[in-house]
Structures are given as C-alpha cells and as structure tokens.
C-alpha cells in the first residue's frame, strides 16, 4: 500500500474535483486519506505479521491472502458517499478523504508495485518490502523539502472525530494521524530500487487517473 504522504500529496492534488464542498472540513477530509492505515500491526512469531482491525475492515477487500487483493472503493462509495446520509461536514469530509484513500491504494497496486514486477530479483514479500523502503525514501525526501505541508500539518490539528468512523476504533485514528510526522523524521533510508522521477511519475498517473474517476461523481 502506499505510504501516508503519497495518500496525502494524491488527497490534495484531487481536492479541487470533489463534489459539493460548500462547508468542507479540509481538516477532516486529510484525517480520512490516513484513518485506512490505523490498524495495528501484531506480530506473530514464525508467521506472517497481521493488523488489528485487518484489511478487510480497514481497506474493503474480501480477504487478507494477497498483496494485490482487489479493493472494492466503489463499493465504499455506494454504501457512504453516493447518497446523503444527512451527515454533518466533518464526517462527509471524512468519508470522501477515506474514498480517496482507497483508490490510492488502488491505483498504486497498478501503477506503483505491479509497474515494478520483476525489479531486484524474485517477486515475493521481501521485494515487496525493499520497494516500499524506496517509496518511504522519496517521501522523506519530499518531507524533508516540505516540513510545514499543509495538508500535514491541517490532519495534525485533529484531536477527535465526534463521531462514529464507521465501527472503526478512533483511538487506533488518532494514534495514527499523529504517528505521520514521527515516520519521516525517522532514520534517513535509501533507496535501492525505484528512481526518484519513476515514483514521481507513478504518482503523476495516480493524481491523474484519480481526477478522472472522482470527476465523474
């Protein structure tokens, strides 16, 4: 899955594009593009480590046994987005930033990991692990260049939600949301596999795929 600052830079790119923004919580919709990511990891000695809540309730697959396991963002929208609930703003702020965390996630197993198949050697979970270390390298870079981002620093004031982030626990958001900076500011890694103007250009189709999906809201 991508990483927060990619979720953050495509949640910013498409701001524009969403629909019906009079009275939008910005603050709210940036905490929506990370809350996805809240689960906890829990390691299990001699087998493969797994996050609480897991994936099927945090990122809408059917299952947790692939890397690529389909997720179903439309199906994400249909049930919360695509008819008013009579919500307040800062919870259909949130929705929409959850949405867009989705098709992230969607878009980068397309045009991030699968682009890459074949990078390094054997694909399978340790080269998998490799290319996210290089998507956290360009990202602390931009990081590093960008300390004040402002989508960053606007999910930061988030201190409470006030309301119910769909059965998911808010303590385990919150911990997150603040947990973003501490990621980058974190030992310098570098990159092994992936070329800076190749992330930037996967991200660049990203934005732009997304644009064309949530245009047609």
Not at 67 to 86: A, C, K, M, N, T
Not at 147 to 160: N, W
Not at 169 to 183: D, F, K, M, N, Y
Request: hydrophobic residues 40%.
């Amino acid at each position: 899955m991508a990483w927060w600052m990619a979720h953050l830079r495509l949640g910013e790119a498409v701001l524009s594009d969403l629909p019906a923004r009079e009275g939008f919580d910005e603050a709210m919709y940036y905490a929506g593009c990370v809350a996805p990511d809240c689960g906890r990891r829990v390691e299990r000695p001699g087998q493969r480590a797994v996050y609480v809540p897991g994936r099927p309730a945090t990122h809408w697959v059917d299952s947790n046994d692939k890397w690529d396991e389909p997720i179903h963002f439309e199906r994400y929208y249909d049930q919360y987005l695509r008819v008013s609930q009579g919500d307040e703003p800062p919870r259909r702020a949130f929705c929409w930033g959850y949405y867009v965390h989705l098709l992230t996630d969607a878009l980068w197993i397309e045009l991030g990991m699968r682009a890459f198949i074949g990078r390094g050697g054997e694909w399978n979970r340790d080269l998998r692990r490799r290319m996210k270390r290089d998507a956290l390298a360009w990202e602390q870079g931009f990081y590093r260049a960008h300390p004040d981002y402002p989508p960053l620093q606007k999910l930061e004031g988030v201190h409470r939600l006030g309301f119910d982030p769909m059965g998911l626990p808010e303590a385990l958001i919150l911990s997150r949301l603040q947990g973003v900076r501490p990621a980058y500011e974190g030992e310098r890694v570098e990159a092994q596999i992936i070329a800076p103007e190749e992330y930037e250009r996967a991200l660049d189709q990203m934005i732009h795929l997304a644009r064309m999906v949530i245009r047609g809201k």
